[in-house]
């Protein structure tokens, strides 16, 4: 069994597996529709993609966010950067980039998630995990613990 992280808002945790935010919303890896659940190898990594996408909200407007830590089976496929299509890790990324999982991202696929290399950190050893809702092997996936979150005040500095 794998560990992974995930830092959200806490009104949503009872959805956590569902992957339903993504589907709604499209991002780097899925198109609005598909649904997608985006984890971390590390807590800090899961800090970081959430801080990302803040959109400048400062820290004291935000509502309460919670630390998440999932277990999954070792049903993860590592894809090296090497494979990912062109343009992947650029800030503005392409129309195709969203689709390039689509074809693994059925209940037949073997693999239940996607290790991917992380945008925001290149060329580290922490990783982003995209497991797929849809799979089968979700049966397996367990919520170990949720904790509260709380963002360092100096996180907030230049506000």
């Known amino acids: 069994m ?3 992280y995930r830092i959200q808002k806490r009104q949503f945790v009872d959805s956590i597996l569902s992957g339903e935010g993504a589907r709604l919303n499209g991002g780097r890896w899925n198109p609005p529709g598909t649904p997608l659940i985006y984890t971390s190898t590390t807590p800090e990594l899961a800090l970081l993609e959430t801080l990302v ?3 400048g909200t400062p820290l004291r407007d935000l509502p309460p966010f919670v630390r998440v830590t999932i277990e999954l089976p070792e049903a993860i496929e590592v894809i090296p950067a090497t494979d990912l299509p062109a343009g992947w890790n650029t800030l503005k990324y392409e129309t195709e980039i969203p689709v390039f999982l689509r074809p693994k991202l059925t209940p037949t696929y073997p693999a239940l998630a ?5 945008v925001i950190i290149r060329d580290s050893p922490s990783r982003n995990i995209l497991i797929n809702p849809l799979h089968p092997l979700i049966a397996q996936v367990k919520v170990v613990e ?3 979150h709380g963002f360092d005040e100096r996180l907030s500095r230049g506000e």
Do not use: D, E, K
């Open 146 to 148: 949720v904790v509260p």
């Open 114 to 118: 996607f290790s991917v290399p992380s």
């Open 2 to 4: 794998a560990l992974v």
């Open 53 to 55: 996408h803040l959109n």
